[in-house]
Nanobody, 125 residues
């Protein structure tokens, strides 16, 4: 069984930065693709970023391209989302997710098999 635990969320002013972490248990970490999604109140869960099994490929939603960076450390079984130049529109609960089949690019939330509990990010104006 794979378990994911996000951390690093919080309250930040517009223009600030946060780094989210997703700690993963399970020995198959290195073979999965990983994604970050977010869900704001009253809105559907939306794709943010994904990274392939090796870390050599990344893909971003247009709304975060150039501001967010997804990365992974296979030695630490951790996936990161570095978020810079944050905007109030980035306010949401952020979730990390794992895709056993490592599909590419994994932009659909129903393509992921395991999810974390989410971490709140709030950006004030």
């Amino acid at each position: 069984q794979v378990q994911l635990v996000e951390s690093g969320g919080g309250l930040v002013q517009a223009g600030g930065s946060l780094r989210l972490s997703c700690a993963v248990s399970g020995r198959t970490f290195s073979t999965y693709a990983w994604g970050w999604f977010r869900q704001a109140p009253g809105k559907e869960r939306e794709f943010v970023a994904t990274i392939n099994w090796s870390g050599g490929r990344t893909y971003y939603a247009d709304s975060v391209k150039g501001r967010f960076t997804i990365s992974r450390d296979n030695a630490k079984n951790t996936v990161y989302l570095q978020m810079n130049s944050l905007k109030p529109d980035d306010t949401a609960v952020y979730y990390c997710a794992a895709d056993r089949l490592s599909r590419w690019p994994g932009t659909r939330f129903d393509g992921y098999d395991y999810w974390g509990q989410g971490t709140q990010v709030t950006v004030s104006s």
